[in-house]
């Protein structure tokens, strides 16, 4: 059974998908990356498998359409040096556990710790229709309707398991399930080689956990007539680590 295409139009104030090449300044590349697409179905819905540890299905965004023309703002933001908390610390913390431990943004004597502030070139006024599928595991292929379901009774609803969001969380992302055969507006007219783009910081061929490490990803994106084609993840289009496709 093929999976069927689940479509959202997504908008908010502003959004920032960094180019990973850059380490210090934040500058957004001119249209949301697969990662930060896939990242809004997850907050939506995900199903996890009950032994808490691996996803039931993977998200695969195969389509973007850009519905807004990309408008950059310079934005200077205060970032923490310390990276948050894993989502198993939090949860030793809220059980008793281990005792809770603060991120400081000022009066620590640690030079490594507080806040910085740094450039952010931001885009605004952002919109987008996302064309994703669900992608079961295969242990897990026979559930691939229910899940489907589950997505969108959610997404009709206006369901989300936390706020999605446009790159950083504090740039909310707002969304509405297209329903099939759904008299929407085209995207903008507007062509672009963007380049090698990164893809995902996540290993898309396997079940993964909340500790494996970050593997980047990238492809060479180009948007045609205001649509941006995602090729598939096992596809040879997508450069893996290691210099593999």
Not at 36 to 51: E, F, L
Not at 76 to 94: C, F, H, I, L, Y
Request: charged letters at 30%; aromatic letters at 12%; one cysteine or more.
């Amino acid at each position: 059974m093929q999976p069927k295409d689940q479509v959202l139009e997504v908008w908010g104030e502003f959004a920032c998908f960094t180019r990973p090449e850059l380490k210090v300044e934040r500058f957004s590349y001119p249209v949301i990356t697969p990662s930060a697409a896939r990242g809004i179905y997850d907050a939506i819905y995900c199903k996890p498998h009950r032994d808490g540890k691996h996803a039931e299905f993977r998200w695969q965004i195969t389509r973007i359409e850009v519905l807004a023309p990309p408008s950059y703002i310079a934005l200077r933001r205060n970032e923490v040096k310390d990276k948050g908390p894993s989502d198993g610390t939090v949860r030793r913390w809220m059980s008793g556990e281990k005792e809770p431990e603060p991120i400081w943004a000022d009066g620590s004597e640690d030079a490594a710790k507080g806040r910085t502030q740094r450039q952010t070139m931001a885009l605004k006024n952002v919109r987008y229709r996302l064309h994703a599928t669900v992608r079961p595991w295969p242990d897990f292929a026979d559930r691939l309707q229910g899940m489907e379901a589950q997505f969108r009774r959610r997404a009709g609803a206006g369901k989300c398991i936390y706020q999605p969001y446009f790159g950083c969380r504090e740039f909310p992302a707002y969304f509405e399930l297209v329903e099939p055969g759904a008299d929407v507006e085209p995207p903008i007219s507007w062509n672009a080689d963007i380049g090698p783009m990164l893809y995902d910081v996540f290993d898309l061929s396997r079940p993964g956990t909340a500790t494996d490490p970050v593997r980047v990803s990238l492809f060479d994106a180009a948007v045609k007539g205001g649509i941006l084609e995602v090729p598939d993840f096992r596809s040879d289009a997508v450069l893996k680590p290691g210099g593999g496709r």
